[in-house]
């Protein structure tokens, strides 16, 4: 009925279990009837405004954990989101992505938000467009290579982009 502060110590560590449990063993935290009891808790917790916008993605979050907790066995339960993960769904026309705890925005509305944050400043996301054309890594480096905080700007390709 309320928010407290053991729902905001405990929510991003639920975020990252949703899409790293799905991502490298399939398993899925949003099933419904499997865990009401959580769901209605995430539910709740992704209704407030404050929670979806801190939210991040599943690639980001499946990149970033193995560095920060050690190694994560893949399991052939997650191979199909591994793969829209990782970019086997990437082509185009997009289609929706299977984000398990993203129900409560369209894939119409987040592409609208998506390109109103890209024109927004338009020269900072070329400034960081323009470190895949690097050709140096980041360091240290990370498993995210399209989310590498390290990466360096390729600053000759920028006015291109």
């Known amino acids: 009925d309320r928010f407290s502060l053991i729902d905001i110590m405990f929510m991003p560590y639920f975020e990252r279990a949703v899409a790293s449990l799905a991502y490298f063993k399939g ?13 209605a808790w995430l539910d709740a917790m992704d209704s407030r405004p404050s929670v979806r916008a801190s939210k991040s993605d599943y690639y980001s979050h499946c990149k ?22 990782d970019g086997g ?9 299977t984000e398990l705890d993203w129900d409560w925005i369209s894939s119409a509305e987040a592409r609208r938000e998506a390109a109103e ?16 054309a690097s050709s140096m890594p980041g360091f240290p480096q990370v498993s995210a290579e399209l989310s590498d905080p390290n990466a360096q700007v390729a600053e000759d390709w920028t006015p291109a982009i």
Do not use: H, T
Request: positive net charge.
């Open 64 to 85: 970033d954990l193995p560095p920060q907790i050690g190694y994560c066995s893949s399991e052939s339960d997650g191979s199909q989101i591994r793969n829209e993960v």
């Open 27 to 39: 398993f899925n935290i949003r099933d419904r009837e499997a865990y009401p009891a959580i769901n």
């Open 117 to 132: 944050r890209m024109a927004y400043r338009p020269e900072r996301l070329a400034l960081f467009a323009s470190r895949g």
């Open 89 to 97: 769904a990437w082509v185009f026309p997009l289609k929706a992505v």
